[in-house]
């Protein structure tokens, strides 16, 4: 370790060779190397503590090992691992766990299509089944969403340097407020059913609604109950379909493995990828409700929709959620992350600072944008990786990996409270 630790870790060959496009490592100098559950190590030797856990690619820590031992173990016996949408019985397996573990426990009934590898495949696949069964063309979705990077799914995100980036214009949706966008005083969901109501507002009825129950690379803005139970009721009286994007937010970011439940509302379509992949592997998932799987076989298709280590890995991830256990210790460690950042606010009031979010993607938003990126970086230096979001990146965002040890997670959040104090002086 003496050793490794007189290396110097260089980016002289990303910064050669790599496009100007990456942006992560900018912000995380260094090459990592090695990493276990909320651990990381770079070829220097130096450790950091996880509170990014691969964009929420990684919920259940790197290199669970219970997932790794499945993983070779299936590799050892000669599994198959590309199968595009062939029947094999790794897919076998997960389906049937995650309709006995994940659906048929909270009274869901949904068909399960695999669009592709990543998140935006499974926004592409909503949008493109909504406007099939609606035959409506218009999706509506809200300020500082974030949905993706192709054109379809980017056309409803909101974040003006992302969409700049397309290079031709994003037609086919309709933006409108979030839950308090204007503040506590205006209801959002009563100004979307006015202007649909109103032949004079310009405002066609559309083939779906697209949301984020809580906006993560918006900022952190999180929906009421209530007001995602109106919204689901609009959609329902007019027969518009709502989508429910669960790329970051499910698989048990915010306390409960749909973000939703807690709401007690059921989307027509779920979005799922990044951690239903499990070991951060490649798999995304479009729930449907079965009377709306009208799909002609290979109208929606893909070479990569067929990981099969990904369902390899998905499938060992479900044992989290047998038995109960799981979503207590998840309410825990949410708990504590809140009593920190609650004695942040309260220590530097001349920060003007915002409590966001739930669960365990928690963060401080910053009335000086600018703060949350120092924050971060005085973080990075004590070993602490963790990310801004917001459109101006105000917000300082806590993402830690579920499995986290209770001991490392306050490691961590004392390294933050020591980066807030430098951020002070």
Not at 82 to 99: G, I, N, P, V
Request: with cysteine.
């Amino acid at each position: 370790m003496n050793q490794l630790m007189q290396k110097s870790p260089s980016m002289r060959v990303f910064n050669q060779l790599e496009s100007e496009v990456r942006s992560y490592c900018r912000s995380f100098t260094t090459v990592f190397e090695k990493a276990q559950n909320a651990r990381l190590w770079d070829s220097g030797g130096r450790e950091y503590i996880d509170f990014f856990a691969g964009a929420g690619a990684v919920n259940y820590g790197h290199n669970n090992l219970m997932f790794k031992q499945r993983l070779i173990d299936y590799l050892h016996d000669d599994g198959i691992t590309h199968s595009l949408d062939m029947a094999t019985t790794a897919k076998e397996t997960f389906l049937t766990r995650f309709k006995e573990h994940i659906l048929e426990p909270r009274k869901l009934d949904y068909k399960v299509m695999f669009p592709g590898p990543t998140g935006t495949n499974a926004v592409e696949s909503a949008m493109k089944l909504a406007r099939k069964v609606t035959g409506r063309v218009q999706i509506i979705c809200f300020t500082n969403a974030f949905h993706g990077m192709s054109l379809g799914s980017l056309a409803a995100t909101g974040n003006q340097f992302k969409r700049s980036g397309a290079g031709v214009p994003l037609p086919y949706t309709t933006f409108m407020p979030y839950d308090g966008y204007f503040g506590d005083k205006v209801d959002t969901a009563a100004y979307l059913e006015k202007l649909l109501d109103d032949p004079g507002s310009g405002v066609e009825l559309p083939a779906a609604v697209l949301l984020e129950t809580l906006q993560g690379e918006g900022g952190l803005n999180s929906a009421s109950e209530e007001w995602l139970r109106q919204i689901a009721r609009i959609c329902r009286e007019r027969k518009i379909l709502l989508i429910v994007d669960d790329v970051q937010m499910g698989c048990g970011r915010t306390g409960t493995f749909f973000s939703f439940e807690q709401a007690g509302i059921v989307p027509d379509i779920v979005c799922l990828s990044k951690s239903i992949g499990g070991f951060g592997l490649p798999m995304a998932l479009t729930l449907i409700k079965p009377v709306h799987d009208i799909w002609s076989p290979g109208e929606h298709n893909g070479t990569f929709r067929g990981n099969n280590l990904g369902f390899v890995a998905a499938t060992a991830a479900l044992d989290y959620w047998v038995g109960g256990q799981f979503e207590p210790e998840l309410a825990s460690k949410a708990d504590k992350i809140q009593a920190t950042l609650e004695r942040i606010q309260a220590n530097y009031p001349e920060h003007h600072i915002e409590i966001r979010g739930k669960g365990l993607i928690q963060g401080l938003a910053f009335r000086d944008a600018e703060q949350a990126s120092r924050l971060c970086a005085a973080a990075f230096n004590r070993g602490l990786i963790m990310e801004t979001s917001g459109p101006r990146d105000e917000v300082a965002k806590l993402m830690p990996p579920l499995t986290i040890e209770p001991e490392l997670l306050d490691e961590g959040l004392a390294h933050l409270e020591e980066a807030m104090k430098e951020l002070s002086l």
